[in-house]
């Protein structure tokens, strides 16, 4: 029974959720509406009380005006907030878009000093950009530590793949984030980096004692703390030597006694999504945001249900279940966190920009996202590739149904179509090049095609459960070879992958890497292979820039 609950028991509880909508006005615009709430839901529950928001999807300008909304639905100052780890294009179109965080650890590995100063102003361009939109909150940096290649979750998130590097950058990054009063949030704790399953589709187990993650994953997150991360995300991991009974976001002595009372961490405490399946599978929605508060978060991401959630917090209260002073702890935490943005982001004072006077992206935005990919690109041999009217273009990419990264206009499908490559897409609802048990490739010497140019776009996402060691393009490769058939290789995203062909690959042969997948990425790496291509003859041109099959 939930009718006995006082109101302003729940309009206090209310203010320690984050819930999910889109940044598109329209409910029918919303990307994925099993997660982001409709209007007339979204507007009750602000007005309840609710005191968070994640948006994701559609253009900096909606952003801006959605956050504007926002502000004027709810009853309380607001938490705005984004998954944006790589910059505010990676989640709205029309903001820089960086190359990953991994990018930078390849640097620091031949400058430390630049790679530091990289990070930080990768911290200060995003932060300028979300406060300007609206956003006071940047969930970012990503502190795990990726020590497992084949993690298919984190991957180039990471800031690397040694904790000293990953503690030294992501501290830089905050720095950055903090000069813009926008607010931070260290994640996934206690690391998620060792894993090879993605708890957006089930539990990641691992068996590390308290000293391996002492002297490894948790190193990242002491120097967050230690330079002013306003927030940290717990991770839905189950540690075995640890505490086997409850998953990290529900355990009382990685939060309370390890995270507050040993690592010395007074900010807010937040879930992961509590809708992903490593929770949902297991939990109720109102027994899950139950056992989080209990064990010390503060604040609740994206329950399945929040009313339910908001019910069964109450009556835990009510009951003694939990504590009355740790919501007044968690509400107190709250306000403070605010006040650190409120300058940057209260509605009263207009923060928001005007998109009408001002270019959005500085010059300083521009040039970090050019240096970030011209130093973080690598090249096994400069030899150009040549033209070749009968060629295949073979593309890898996750998913096109929602790919950002190869649109009709990108380069890596309009560079090699003006080389004479028709480009061939395979993902993982379509066309392999490979037979279905993965035990060999298929016959690729059946496509009558001069020679095969082959693209890879393969990095850590979430929802992708298959990571891409599962994926055989070293026999690939080494068949397009054994057959003389490849004529040159681009890889974008995962320098595991990268390295694993190198192997393989012949020497003669042209081969380009780079972290990022944007079509900046595309253009600098095919320019690298296809030289005597002059980009800027088609490059807005929309006769010459149009795709066909």
């Not at 300083?364 to 273009?393: C, F, K, M, W, Y």
């Not at 003006?418 to 048990?437: C, E, F, Q, R, V």
Request: hydrophobic share 40%.
């Amino acid at each position: 029974m939930t009718s006995g609950i006082p109101p302003d028991l729940k309009e206090k509880v209310a203010e320690l959720l984050v819930v999910r909508c889109s940044a598109h006005a329209c409910d029918s615009q919303r990307d994925y509406p099993q997660w982001e709430l409709a209007n007339n839901e979204l507007q009750q529950l602000l007005q309840a009380g609710v005191g968070g928001v994640i948006l994701f999807g559609g253009s900096i300008v909606e952003l801006e005006y959605r956050c504007r909304t926002l502000r004027k639905w709810s009853t309380k100052p607001l938490l705005l907030c984004a998954d944006i780890e790589e910059g505010l294009g990676q989640r709205f179109a029309g903001g820089s878009w960086f190359a990953p965080p991994m990018a930078i650890s390849n640097i620091y590995s031949k400058d430390s000093t630049k790679a530091i100063q990289l990070a930080e102003n990768y911290g200060h361009s995003i932060g300028t950009q979300a406060r300007r939109c609206g956003l006071n909150w940047v969930l970012a940096p990503v502190c795990d530590v990726n020590t497992n290649p084949d993690n298919p979750v984190i991957n180039v998130r990471a800031w690397g793949s040694e904790c000293e590097v990953v503690a030294d950058l992501t501290s830089a990054f905050i720095k950055g984030l903090a000069s813009q009063r926008v607010l931070s949030c260290a994640k996934h704790y206690p690391g998620h980096g060792d894993t090879e399953i993605d708890s957006h589709l089930d539990l990641p187990f691992l068996n590390h004692n308290i000293q391996r993650l002492r002297e490894l994953e948790l190193i990242p997150f002491q120097a967050a703390i230690t330079h002013g991360v306003n927030s940290v995300m717990t991770g839905h991991l189950l540690l075995n030597q640890i505490d086997a009974g409850n998953i990290a976001t529900f355990s009382d002595y990685l939060i309370s006694e390890i995270l507050r009372k040993q690592m010395g961490f007074q900010g807010l405490i937040v879930t992961d999504a509590l809708v992903m399946k490593a929770i949902t599978d297991r939990y109720g929605p109102g027994e899950a945001a139950v056992k989080a508060f209990s064990a010390g978060v503060d604040l609740i991401l994206m329950p399945e249900s929040p009313l339910e959630a908001i019910n069964a917090i109450c009556l835990a209260l009510m009951s003694g279940r939990i504590p009355l002073d740790r919501l007044h702890q968690a509400l107190t935490r709250r306000r403070e966190a605010l006040l650190i943005v409120q300058n940057a982001s209260d509605s009263t004072n207009d923060p928001f920009f005007d998109f009408q006077d001002q270019e959005f992206e500085s010059l300083q935005d521009r040039a970090l996202v050019e240096e970030l990919i011209n130093t973080s690109i690598e090249v096994r041999n400069p030899v150009s590739i040549q033209n070749n009217n009968h060629g295949l273009n073979l593309i890898r990419v996750d998913s096109v149904l929602s790919s950002t990264t190869l649109s009709k206009q990108a380069p890596a499908i309009r560079i090699p179509k003006i080389a004479g490559y028709k480009s061939l897409i395979t993902h993982d609802m379509s066309i392999k090049p490979w037979k279905d048990n993965f035990a060999e490739p298929i016959d690729l010497t059946n496509f009558q095609h001069g020679s095969i140019f082959l693209q890879l776009f393969i990095r850590g996402n979430p929802f992708h459960a298959k990571n891409f060691s599962q994926e055989p393009w070293v026999e690939v490769v080494n068949q397009l070879q054994k057959e003389e058939l490849l004529s040159g290789l681009a890889v974008y995203g995962s320098p595991y992958i990268w390295n694993l062909l190198l192997d393989v690959l012949d020497q003669s042969l042209p081969a380009v890497y780079s972290p990022a997948q944007t079509n900046e990425a595309q253009a600098k790496v095919l320019s690298l292979l296809f030289p005597s291509i002059d980009q800027s003859q088609y490059a807005h041109n929309p006769l010459l820039q149009e795709f066909t099959d």
